[in-house]
């Protein structure tokens, strides 16, 4: 059994792979160390070059459909809890391949390179203990790794029953900053379709509902602040959700120096109809956080060809939160900031 220290590359086993002046560049660097030393790893970022993409232009957004064959062990992972505790959790430490090499992190966690990637730099951070996928007690955390490597990843984290393939062990992802489509598209996105929800000093909140998807777009300088939005969030959410454990929630976020984006997308759906069909209408599409973000993965050619604007819209307008509840959120969370 490997110990976290023999799982852990210091700084100066990656000198040769990159520069290591931050830690977004050392976990840049890991991955070059990997490609070198983990086939599995090695040939499937080899096989992001031959990933086929097709657009579709929305009312001042767009949306990309990614064919990506190597993603299908996640997409059609068995989340149900017969099927994970049947499995041994592939993100404890002692379960890691033995190629499989990381570095620690804001003391609790540890960054992987995923060898299933979308991105052409993918990471996986899962926390050092199994303990369970809940945002509650772990979103200052994800702030802190966001600051530490969100010049240069974008972070992102699934929750239980909204695209996390490991549920059961509490984890986040990260990937190359503009590689997602709202990146870009966020300013004219909160101009167009959003609506400023009343917050507090060093703060700006926009409810956004731009026909796909219905979320919230936090800025600050504040962590405190952003834990503060957060809480009330949550609460509000929960008050209305009927998930039966943490409401379905998608976040993504990046720091640019003093400031946070993150953006809070609500649903009410982990998979959609498509998803169970058993006929022709049948498409393997699980939304997760970089489907969100404007980027959706299909593992299946078949999928891939059928994807148009329609499906687009039909999927997730069926997994995000619905317009009437979305509204009563933004109205339970400016109740609970001012109370």
């Not at 990997?34 to 599995?40: D, E, F, G, I």
């Amino acid at each position: 059994m490997r110990d976290i220290d023999q799982i852990h590359i210091p700084n100066d086993e990656l000198v040769p792979f990159g520069t290591v002046t931050d830690p977004g560049a050392v976990a840049s660097a890991l991955l070059m160390q990997q490609r070198k030393t983990w086939p599995l790893l090695s040939g499937n970022y080899d096989g992001l070059n031959n990933v086929r993409v097709k657009q579709f232009s929305f009312d001042g957004f767009s949306m990309k459909v990614q064919f990506n064959p190597g993603r299908i062990v996640s997409s059609s992972a068995k989340v149900d809890a017969k099927s994970i505790s049947e499995r041994k959790c592939f993100l404890c430490m002692e379960n890691l391949p033995g190629e499989q090499r990381g570095i620690l992190l804001n003391r609790n966690y540890m960054v992987l390179g995923n060898p299933f990637p979308i991105f052409p730099e993918h990471l996986t951070i899962p926390h050092l203990e199994h303990i369970p996928q809940a945002i509650t007690d772990a979103f200052g955390d994800m702030m802190e790794i966001t600051r530490s490597i969100g010049s240069r990843f974008s972070l992102f984290y699934n929750g239980p029953k909204c695209g996390a393939s490991a549920p059961d062990h509490l984890h986040f992802q990260a990937g190359n900053r503009g590689f997602l489509t709202i990146e870009s598209e966020l300013a004219h996105l909160v101009t167009t379709y959003g609506e400023p929800v009343p917050c507090v000093e060093a703060m700006s909140v926009h409810a956004v509902d731009d026909s796909l998807r219905r979320y919230f777009v936090v800025r600050s300088g504040s962590k405190d602040q952003l834990k503060l939005f957060f809480e009330a969030w949550y609460n509000a959410f929960n008050e209305i959700s009927s998930a039966g454990e943490e409401p379905m929630m998608n976040i993504l976020s990046w720091y640019d120096e003093p400031v946070w984006t993150v953006l809070f997308f609500l649903r009410e759906k982990h998979r959609p109809s498509h998803f169970f069909r058993e006929d022709e209408g049948n498409i393997l599409l699980s939304p997760a956080s970089v489907d969100f973000g404007g980027v959706c993965i299909t593992p299946l050619e078949k999928d891939f060809q059928k994807m148009n604007k329609g499906s687009l819209q039909e999927i997730f307008n069926e997994v995000s939160l619905n317009k009437s509840a979305f509204r009563e959120v933004v109205k339970l969370t400016c109740a609970d900031m001012y109370t």
